[in-house]
């Protein structure tokens, strides 16, 4: 295909896994939400919760109590990425874009109560930090969603309009302040034009992915396939991106020559990895599926009889391939984590070595989880189990 170099499946998995620090560790946890753009938020926590369990992986020496310092200190932020999530209180002003495109809208998820969401302000402005429990009203119909009390939905459109913002959390629960009491001083707050704001999606994707396809960087965002493209276009002409594909691949991918030149410098990873199921390396599928022939699917949104592997089933990723899955669930009083099952993929036979690392994961996972021990309930092979388990005492 003209004006397309071709690169290899080994090197652009290579680059993918340098460029989400994956094989390279960070210095620090804010450098991982720098380097990624974003870490999302997800309140499931049958083992650890999404946002710590995606800065974990990347930062062994990571503790909860981390993050909470970052959001303290205001080198962190609470919005909307393609879901709820974590970014760097540098990219602060990029957000003012969807912020503003909301603040027109007359409808965003729900009708605007205006004079409730006046009140809701007006209090927050009066009385300093609140949350959700300090307007109390009774829930209403047989969703949940549609069930949030009306002052909960005040606060949802405040937060997605820029107005509040998440100053903290207590457990899991937002505390919202006025945006400008958030904030740090001395911020840019102009805001971007939509072509600034897709500049930042392909420049922010194509550094924490290494190369990307246009729809991977329009991932969840209605409205901006066009305006994207023009962008990539853009940056094609001026020869600050050039075009790539892979064999046997219709996708096109952009990617830096930047990162071309680097790609055969990158040393092929050795670790071993338990990832999020929604860490960023694996939330998009289809991406996944395309790059590292992985066929990945979260089952806790699928009724129980249907699931294949299991309710909150991570991948297990070895050096460049992912090589099994497994189902944690950990039992908090008794400290323990339990392996549900463990599912190796097809032609996939481990060693020794392979073993060893995956029970020294699973030993510093449990840890992380605040357990100290692990059992495997279940394996692809009663061999498997019991070999697994062995290693483990």
Not at 28 to 56: C, E, G, P, T
Not at 74 to 87: D, G, Q
Not at 298 to 310: L, S
Not at 365 to 381: N, Y
Request: hydrophobic content about 40%; overall charge positive; some cysteine.
């Amino acid at each position: 295909m003209p004006g397309i170099t071709q690169i290899s499946q080994q090197q652009a998995r290579k680059l993918t896994l340098h460029c989400q620090g994956l094989n390279t560790a960070p210095d620090n946890s804010l450098k991982a939400i720098q380097q990624l753009s974003y870490v999302q938020i997800d309140s499931i926590s049958v083992a650890a919760r999404a946002h710590h369990h995606v800065f974990w992986s990347r930062n062994s020496d990571y503790q909860e109590s981390m993050l909470d310092e970052l959001v303290a200190d205001r080198k962190v932020f609470e919005y909307w990425s393609h879901a709820a999530a974590f970014l760097p209180m540098e990219d602060y002003r990029f957000n003012l874009y969807p912020k503003g495109e909301i603040l027109k809208a007359d409808k965003f998820w729900f009708e605007k109560d205006k004079k409730l969401m006046r009140y809701v302000l007006k209090r927050i402005k009066n009385e300093g930090p609140l949350q959700s429990k300090d307007f109390e009203h009774p829930p209403t119909g047989a969703n949940p969603w549609y069930s949030w009390k009306p002052a909960k939905i005040a606060l949802q459109l405040l937060f997605m309009e820029g107005r509040i913002m998440v100053s903290g959390r207590q457990g899991f629960q937002k505390v919202y302040d006025l945006a400008e009491r958030v904030v740090p001083e001395g911020m840019d707050l102009k805001k971007p034009t939509q072509k600034g704001f897709c500049t930042y999606l392909v420049d922010r994707a194509v550094q924490a992915h290494g190369l990307v396809t246009e729809t991977e960087v329009g991932y969840l965002r209605k409205g901006l396939k066009k305006p994207i493209r023009r962008v990539l276009d853009e940056k094609v002409r001026k020869k600050e991106l050039i075009r790539v594909a892979l064999p046997d691949s219709p996708e096109v991918y952009y990617m830096t020559p930047d990162h071309l030149d680097l790609v055969d410098d990158i040393k092929a990873s050795e670790q071993l990895h338990l990832l999020s199921p929604f860490d960023n390396l694996v939330i998009q599928r289809k991406r996944l599926s395309n790059l590292f022939d992985f066929d990945y699917l979260i089952e806790c949104y699928v009724p129980e009889k249907k699931r294949v592997f299991g309710y909150y089933t991570i991948p297990i990723l070895w050096g460049e391939s992912f090589v099994g899955r497994l189902d944690p669930k950990v039992d908090r009083k008794s400290k323990t984590l339990h392996i549900k099952s463990l599912w190796l993929e097809e032609g996939f036979k481990p060693d020794d070595a392979f073993l060893n690392l995956l029970a020294g994961k699973l030993t510093d996972f449990a840890r992380f989880c605040g357990c100290e021990r692990v059992v495997v309930d279940k394996a692809d092979s009663a061999t498997l189990r019991k070999e697994l388990q062995s290693k483990l005492r």
